[in-house]
């Protein structure tokens, strides 16, 4: 085993640490997809978590494993996305100050969201440079720490926990896909399946407009995309050198979808499970429809992993 | 007691048939609601229920009361919603043909609804005269028992079963609010809060384009719509004289509603607790949204009615 994969142990205490600060997922299940798929499917579903998405999980845990000195100093991240609300409100329960920075352009919605769970937010420029040095600067001006939200050891042990309880509660899955953008969810749904249900594969479904993770597990190495259009916002992102071993060592295998497949599958997930996932969410769904035959008779288990959507702004609308 | 009202028994006896063709669906809250009310909200999700919406319980009890030569010739309805999905998914379970009058401009949605669970579908004229002809003509042709979608006794006490879940499942419930539009479930709820819970209220919440059981409790009789304009396609219709008794003795108020006040709510529900409901499912919380005052530090249940909307033509398309 690669000296850089976390212990059981680690594992254990994440679990242990997180549980009182996050809900316990319902899992569901629909008749009519699993006819659909000729399969059993079990969602945990991560959109009913507190900020709606998993990235709870590791915000509170990389928190909560802060030195009090650290702690008195809070936090920074830049995210247009789940993560910010995630940190937002993970130091609001932790009582630990937030610091946001976010693009001038990002979602009105998403600004809503980080506001009402408390987060300080900086304005940047709409681009990643800018970003990155307004987080910097932050953290030199205040003393934050800077979390990241998919290459952080402690957020990628605090993501595996939904696949701990998944697992407990689910105990025959023969399987269990995540979608992978940053590569935080996936490498720590593999550590959860290693160590505590070693029999269950575990699959990541990505876009295939941007298919780095699917490329950097053939060629060895991080690759990146050269642009991110795709629906699936939350995975827009490339893999980072601390999940990017993990994900090599414990995860069988990619599987890349089309934008239309991942609107099919989110439509199907609205209109027969009567919840709502964003686009995200529905990549793992898209890739068992695609590869049906692979995954025919299966128990297959899909992490949800989050709900926070624009419903003014949907796909299905030019139907 | 007016001697129309069914006894407990008959209300037990209903509860005891139709468990097991339908889902015990689960009761939500949402932390950001209850702040939003200063209560403490609890959502009964049939729109979780099979066929997406409480209806089916309706339909199982009255298509099981049916004797043995009734079932042998099938049940027919007329209905553009989800009454005949119900029917038709419920018909299935229980071995009995359906027929399904719908108008020929129903929604295509709907109509695949019916043809997937088996309903055999005869459309009409898009008016009411001519649905009840198809109807009639069907019941002459083939024998088979017209079922109303609210205004039957077995139908009622099957709507009550869900206000039967909710009290033993939660108990602590102060008052229950549904939808109203012709009646069934609110006559239902009604009942089953005065036999098993008779100290929680019973509330029912309205469009006011289409208050008629509003103005039906006012001036004692039943009154009619002059319109259908409303986003709740769910309520459309008016009471008639066998819930009517059963909501004039049992109902303690209905509260009547805006369109924008009924767009804000299941805005609310959509955003904040991430499942998808249709109009006529978030009238009630429209309802307690507009009497905050009465309703604050109650603990109030809402039956979330159903979940079939048409995804692609959403009212929130133009924020």
Chains 1, 2 share one sequence.
Request: glycine content about 8%; overall charge neutral; aromatic content about 6%.
């Amino acid at each position: 085993m690669n000296n850089s994969i976390p212990t059981k142990k680690d594992l254990e205490g994440t679990h242990k640490r997180v549980q009182p600060f996050v809900h316990r997922t319902p899992i569901l299940t629909s008749r009519l997809i699993n006819e659909l798929v000729g399969s059993l499917l079990f969602f945990k579903c991560e959109n009913f978590q507190k900020a709606g998405a998993f990235k709870m999980r590791g915000a509170i845990n990389a928190i909560q494993q802060l030195t009090a000195d650290q702690k008195s100093n809070g936090v920074v991240t830049h995210s247009s996305g789940n993560f910010a609300q995630a940190v937002s409100l993970a130091a609001k329960q932790l009582g630990v100050k937030a610091y946001i920075v976010m693009p001038s352009n990002a979602p009105k919605v998403k600004i809503e969201g980080v506001k009402t769970y408390g987060g300080e937010i900086t304005f940047s420029e709409p681009n990643l440079a800018s970003r990155e040095r307004e987080a910097n600067r932050i953290q030199k001006e205040t003393g934050a720490t800077f979390l990241h939200p998919s290459n952080n050891l402690d957020v990628i042990l605090g993501q595996g926990t939904s696949a701990i309880e998944f697992i407990e509660d689910q105990s025959n899955l023969d399987v269990i896909l995540t979608p992978v953008g940053g590569g935080g969810l996936l490498a720590g749904t593999a550590l959860a399946c290693h160590y505590y249900h070693s029999t269950c594969k575990v699959i990541g479904g990505e876009p295939l407009q941007v298919n780095d993770a699917f490329r950097s597990l053939k060629s060895g190495k991080i690759e990146y995309n050269e642009h991110s259009n795709t629906i699936a916002d939350g995975l827009r992102t490339h893999l980072g050198d601390i999940n990017f071993p993990i994900i090599t060592e414990l995860v069988d295998e990619i599987i890349c979808v089309s934008e239309e497949e991942i609107i099919t599958a989110m439509k199907i997930i609205w209109e027969r499970m009567k919840i709502i996932v964003e686009p995200s969410s529905a990549v793992p769904l898209a890739a068992i429809l695609k590869e049906k035959k692979y995954f025919k008779g299966k128990n297959i288990g899909v992490i949800l992993s989050g709900g926070n959507v624009d419903i003014s702004k949907l796909p299905f609308n030019k139907d």
